[in-house]
């Protein structure tokens, strides 16, 4: 016990002699390793990641003059609070890897829903832990090599001479919006042209 207390180490019996190193750990940097790898439960900083009002990441985006909405955060959220904390449970941080974001590609709910919906419960996930990782909250990057699903869209149509009259026989609620639409039809000019 002597060698613990007092750091005489004895040599290696049976090995090559080493050159004894001197280790020195900053207290500081000992305590928030700590508090990052053990104790940093992910349901508080998940959750409060997408709050305005109290997310880090929203005041770093701010002061670089970037915003985020306030629907963009109360949606990404609730993707938090309703796929990710039950899974989750109350593991920490630093406890959470790719394995556990690949896993909810083989949720039955998560399966059910359109591609851009689960897109976004990813993003909810790995947008707090990329920050997390870059901030070094966690040694474990989760975030890269993740392959999202595609997203095609309905294949719109163009419609044809007599729908068209038959959308502009009804009445709108807003003459603009109507003598707009008409021009842009007529003329292959889109309403955001004409602004």
């Given at each position: 016990m002597n060698w613990l207390v007092?750091?005489?180490?004895?040599?290696?019996?049976?090995?090559?002699?080493?050159?004894?190193?001197?280790?020195?750990?900053?207290?500081?940097s000992f305590f928030t390793m700590f508090h990052?790898?053990?104790?940093?439960?992910?349901?508080?900083?998940l959750y409060n990641f997408w709050n305005i009002e109290k997310s880090?990441?929203?005041?770093?985006?701010k002061l670089k003059g970037q915003q985020i909405h306030l629907n963009y955060s109360e949606a990404m959220r609730s993707r938090i609070t309703i796929y990710w904390l039950p899974?989750?449970?109350d593991r920490t941080i630093g406890s959470i890897t790719i394995d556990d974001v690949k896993d909810i590609f083989n949720d039955p709910?998560?399966?059910?829903?359109?591609?851009?919906?689960?897109?976004?419960?990813?993003?909810?996930?790995?947008?707090p832990m990329k920050w997390a990782?870059?901030?070094?909250?966690?040694?474990?990057?989760?975030?890269d090599g993740i392959i999202k699903c595609s997203q095609k869209g309905k294949t719109r149509k163009i419609f044809t001479m007599e729908q068209a009259a038959a959308v502009f026989k009804i009445d709108w609620e807003n003459d603009t919006a109507k003598l707009a639409n008409a021009v842009a039809m007529c003329t292959g000019m889109r309403r955001v042209k004409m602004l």
């Open positions: 007092n750091g005489n180490i004895p040599s290696r019996i049976n090995g090559k002699e080493e050159t004894k190193a001197t280790l020195t750990v900053d207290k500081m990052a790898f053990g104790f940093t439960s992910d349901k508080k900083f880090p990441y929203v005041a770093e985006k899974r989750l449970k709910v998560v399966k059910k829903l359109a591609h851009k919906t689960i897109n976004s419960i990813i993003s909810a996930l790995t947008i990782y870059y901030n070094r909250l966690t040694r474990n990057n989760c975030f």
